[in-house]
């Protein structure tokens, strides 16, 4: 038995921001921001909400998979900004969608979302548990965002992007994923302040904040390392590999992951040049979009791998 992809979906906020947009409001430009991470747009929330963005990416999948709300047993949203503290984003789902009997809880593992998640139902799969899954990664990272902090805020962009798997012969053949919390400072967000009466309440800024090239170093390193890994587990080698549908952080990471495997260029699709990066949402997204394009072929091996803060990261080998 093997969890397999069996349908994709996503969706984006109408609203693009382009860099010159920003540009207009923070002392930046198209030229620092395009040449040093590759980013030239990304979406924004308006109206619409991680839930919102969550439920129709979720209806695209079924669409997509075929498969009915009601044969779903499982839900899991990789989210690190969940419209709610409780109920979780994969409740508001399972509700609007009508999946009445699916079990439904979120992650967070930040950037590592989507993987942690399809892992998590990769195990359930694997118990015999539950045979048909959503699995999802949304974020509204635009409300965590300093937007006075030009080195940040014009790094990331909101979105949702799911998948609904099945136990079936083909699917992940290998897995690798890992955390190292020691590191977790280097990519932070603060949750609510305490209002209780006996904690002074202190003044820090519940934005996040990151030290990018700690986390450019660790990104390059760990991610290349975590790919020969499933590689090595599943008997395979790059070339053997159609895609490698990466975290869209920084077009400058994927560069340098692409040269440390020895792999072309060509066979990581990029989204983060429309997109930036929405975190756990940026794999499910890509994917969704390569898979809409057509360029998924049955029998295709195609490498799926997220990174960031916790600091974590996993990635999946996986037959289309
Ligand atoms: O999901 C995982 C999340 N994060 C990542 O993957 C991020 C990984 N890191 C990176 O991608 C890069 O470190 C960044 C793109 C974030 C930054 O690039 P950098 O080459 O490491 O730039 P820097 O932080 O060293 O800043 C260089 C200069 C600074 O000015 P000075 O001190 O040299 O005068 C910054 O103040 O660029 C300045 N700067 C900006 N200038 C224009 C920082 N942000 C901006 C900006 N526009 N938006």
Redo the contacts with the bound molecule.
Sequence with gaps: MRTRIIGTGSCLPETVVTNDDLSKIM???DE??SS??GIRERRLVKDETTASMSIEAARRALEDAKVSAQDIDLIIVGTITGDYVTPSTACEVQAAIGADKAVAFDVNAA?SGFMFALHTADAYFKAGIYKTALVLGAETLSKIMDWND??TC??FGDGAGAAVLRAEETGILAYDQGSDGAKGMV?ACKNRLNNNPLVQNPKDLQYTY?D??E??KF?VTTVPASINKVLNEAGLSVEDIDYFAL?Q??IR?IQSVAKRLKVSEDKFPISLDHCG?I?AGSVPILLDEINKKGMLKPGMKIVLSGF?AGLTWGSAVIEW
């Design positions: 002392d930046t430009s620092w921001i040093r991470t950037c030009r080195s014009v790094l990519l990151m990018g090239q986390v450019y990104a975290h952080a920084n990471i990066n975190s960031g």
